[in-house]
């Protein structure tokens, strides 16, 4: 069964602050992985989509880097800004198309 | 339409009721999915449709969920006599050629 973790489950930086957001799975045997934006009371954003064949993707700011041998992804947020305050959620396939979420980490960048 | 939409935005219904969440999905997407989310927690699956099947709906958390896409477009999921625990986020999603899923903004449900 595969499962999602990420970490930290909450980060403050101070504006400007280059940062990395973590996630594992438990896996390897995926096609694709996700990263979302979540905002309070708001649906996903999709932010970018790394296929198994990719080692990273970029999408202005953001990076994110998948390691399928090691479980691990990361994203990479580059001089961070107060809107850039959310929760970012990582996922990935689960068996029969359906996605398999972490918690999330949720982010504040303070002005 | 140019996103998913999910109608209503709100719904607050007494325990007991039965609710209908819509979703309407990207033109030509024919994967569609129900998730819900807790607060604090990452969304959850619930049930997948390809085109008017659906394809799983391993997720669903009991018998009065049901989830339908009868012209393999727009889909409803209705939730007989509701419980205070199925207070949560409903979200809709679809999935585009490339496997990339794209979110509704949710149903905000509360059962009071």
């Known amino acids: 069964k595969q499962e999602v973790t990420q970490i930290p489950a909450a980060l403050s930086v101070p504006e400007g602050e280059n940062l990395v957001l973590n996630c594992s799975f438990t896996?390897?045997?995926?096609?694709?992985l996700q990263w979302f934006r979540q905002d309070p009371g708001k649906g996903l954003t999709s932010l970018l989509l790394?296929?198994?064949?990719?080692r990273e993707q970029t999408s202005g700011r953001l990076n994110a880097s998948l390691d399928k041998s090691s479980g691990r992804s990361t994203l990479y947020i580059a001089a961070s800004q107060p809107g850039d305050s959310a929760t970012y959620l990582c996922?990935?396939?689960?068996?029969?198309?359906?996605?398999?979420f972490g918690k999330g980490t949720k982010l504040t960048v303070n002005p | 339409g140019a996103g998913v939409s999910q109608t209503p935005s709100n719904k607050v219904t007494e325990k007991g009721k039965y609710v209908e969440l819509r979703c309407d999905p990207i033109?030509?997407?024919?994967?569609l999915y129900w998730y819900r989310q807790s607060l604090g927690q990452g969304p959850e699956f619930l049930i997948y449709?390809?085109?008017?099947?659906?394809?799983?709906d391993s997720g669903l958390p009991n018998d009065r969920f049901f989830a339908v896409r009868p012209e393999g477009s727009v889909s409803t999921l209705k939730i007989q006599r509701t419980e205070r625990g199925d207070s949560a986020v409903y979200l809709c999603?679809?999935?585009?050629?490339?496997?990339?899923?794209?979110f509704g903004q949710g149903t905000r449900l509360t059962v009071v």
């Open positions: 449709f390809q085109g008017t099947g659906a394809a799983d």
């Open positions: 996922a990935v396939p689960g068996g029969s198309e359906k996605l398999v």
């Open positions: 999603a679809t999935r585009s050629p490339n496997t990339e899923a794209f």
């Open positions: 033109s030509g997407h024919t994967a």
């Open positions: 896996d390897s045997a995926i096609y694709n």
């Open positions: 790394i296929q198994s064949s990719q």
